[in-house]
């Protein structure tokens, strides 16, 4: 771990503030994370060393650990991301009175808001958690951590976003025709379907299925919002480091030190 | 009710209570979890622990069952009174 307190540097545990802050030589470990949580970790400790007086070149980031972090934080959102993409149908169904939610399709408003809320739990969760990341950074180096992990989660999102999207309008505009629904519903006769359970069910898929279109805009609307809140803590992350080092209280890295 | 149970049947609860007792238990027991104040209340828990796991422990396996069973409280009582397996009003 570049941010350690072993190794040759004089960094890591220093108490040195503004003006006699030490450079950061290197560590035993190198960084190179596996998984989000490993890479928090290493976020975390080269924060606490930046903010322990340690100045961290930011090119000792290279470019394939940089990747890697991208890397991770695309990994780590799109399949969380996709799953809570799925519940929104759902929780939409919920608010267009399609889809029972506690067992009634006269959902009270406070229903209507436990299932949005169910469906945007994990992405809530996510942006949170990610936020809480994102104000872990002081210097370039830590920075650089950041912004590429929020990078690739940034990417994942909108990917998600994207086939979410085209999926929905796909199920939409060529899966549910009357033509495959009518289809559908003659298979089910095989089984002995009941006449009026197969008009219900020809019924329930006419009305449910523009909540697909409906749930494609949410998806992205959701996806934008829950991407912008770890970049808002970020940005009060920099107010806050701006104020630290004007005041002189931290000492970051800069070119030429 | 039957009398005197006897070696393994003393656990089949027909042993000690009538059918349609039994039957209303669980009838009773699915429509005060999946519906109604302690529906809200267990789901409202559920999401709770989903955020604190997720975020707080960093638990995302213990999160994501929280939010599971969330999703099964809501869902759950709409996809077992279509199937006409509960009345849950």
Known sequence: MAGGNSGNGKAGGSNSKAGGGDIFQGGDRTVHPLGILEAIGFIEEAYADESGGAEIDPRRLTTPVRWEFMEIGFRSSFVSGLTAALLSPLAIGVLEKNVPIFGTTNPSVFDEACGLLLAMIFSMGYSIFLAGVATKYLGGYTRAMVTNLLFGVSVSSALKALIVFLAFHMLYFFVLTDANVIGFIQFLYKFNLQYDAAVSIFLWIKNFKSVFLTSAYFVVLTSAFFVAVPYAAMFWAHLRNKKLIDAGVVNVFKEGN | ?89
Do not use: D
């Not at chain 2, 939010?67 to 759950?76: D, L, S």
């Open chain 2, 1 to 89: 009710m039957k009398s005197s149970p006897g070696g393994i049947e003393v656990i089949n609860p027909l042993r000690h209570v009538g059918e349609a007792q039994y039957a209303e238990f669980w009838q009773k027991l699915f429509s005060t979890v999946l519906a109604g104040f302690w529906g809200h209340f267990f789901f409202l828990i559920c999401l709770g622990l989903t955020l604190f796991f997720g975020v707080r422990k960093r638990n995302w396996r213990l999160a994501a069952i929280f939010a599971f069973i969330a999703a099964i409280i809501a869902y759950g009582g709409g996809i077992l009174a279509f199937f006409k397996l509960v009345k849950l009003y």
